[in-house]
T-cell receptor, first 112, second 117 residues
Framework: GQQVMQIPQYQHVQEGEDFTTYCNSSTTLSNIQWYKQRPGGHPVFLIQLVKSGEVKKQKRLTFQFGEAKKNSSLHITATQTTDVGTYFCAGQWDTGRRALTFGSGTRLQVQP | DAGVTQSPTHLIKTRGQHVTLRCSPISGHKSVSWYQQVLGQGPQFIFQYYEKEERGRGNFPDRFSARQFPNYSSELNVNALLLGDSALYLC????????????????FGQGTRLTVV
């Protein structure tokens, strides 16, 4: 079935270090969205990527969509303690259902 | 503006019982989706409604059902509860539902934490 694989499952970094999480689909995606969920909270929308090779930046966050639209990444430069949480990618395909299919998430812990 | 509101926030039920969870979308949003999030996992899609019609259903048993009302609020019903139904149930609203191309961003409520004992 249509699913997105996300790695790593967990990452612990020192404040100021960089962080990257990756998502991969075996079939071409229509688009991908990224969400952040703080501990005890709910997912909050960060960005949507639609075009092949698209790169978007939000301050220290850089989002990329692969040329084949099968993979995506989120990179955080110089992490801060406020970045703590779980980051999810959520994919959609042109065929099948139209709802979001979430990856398993990457939990980020930042040591001050 | 109020965000997506869900009720109740927490619920404890016994195996075999029935539960109804409620969701009010952001004002003006006509699409509501339900997700189940088990601890340590990503949200799993259950249902999507748009303009009171079911637009999608995930891989959940028939014990799960939902509906959307004329005011676009929604209910998720689960019958014959099992221990494995214990999870955070999230409601998400979107402005529209798109049959093709990219879907608009989803705004999630705080969720209902269901514990089945």
């Amino acid at each position: 079935g249509q699913q997105v694989m996300q790695i790593p499952q967990y990452q612990h970094v020192q404040e100021g270090e960089d962080f990257t999480t990756y998502c991969n689909s075996s079939t071409t995606l229509s688009n991908i969205q990224w969400y952040k969920q703080r501990p005890g909270g709910h997912p909050v929308f960060l960005i949507q990527l639609v075009k092949s090779g698209e790169v978007k930046k939000q301050k220290r966050l850089t989002f990329q969509f692969g040329e084949a639209k099968k993979n995506s990444s989120l990179h955080i430069t110089a992490t801060q303690t406020t970045d703590v949480g779980t980051y999810f990618c959520a994919g959609q395909w042109d065929t099948g259902r139209r709802a979001l299919t979430f990856g398993s998430g990457t939990r980020l812990q930042v040591q001050p | 503006d109020a965000g997506v509101t869900q009720s109740p926030t927490h619920l404890i039920k016994t195996r075999g019982q029935h539960v109804t969870l409620r969701c009010s979308p952001i004002s003006g949003h006509k699409s509501v989706s339900w997700y189940q999030q088990v601890l340590g996992q990503g949200p799993q899609f259950i249902f999507q409604y748009y303009e009171k019609e079911e637009r999608g259903r995930g891989n959940f048993p028939d014990r799960f059902s939902a509906r959307q009302f004329p005011n676009y609020s929604s209910e998720l019903n689960v019958n014959a509860l099992l221990l494995g139904d214990s999870a955070l149930y999230l409601c998400a609203s979107s402005s529209i539902w798109s049959g093709t191309g990219a879907q608009p961003e989803a705004f999630f409520g705080q969720g209902t934490r269901l514990t089945v004992v």
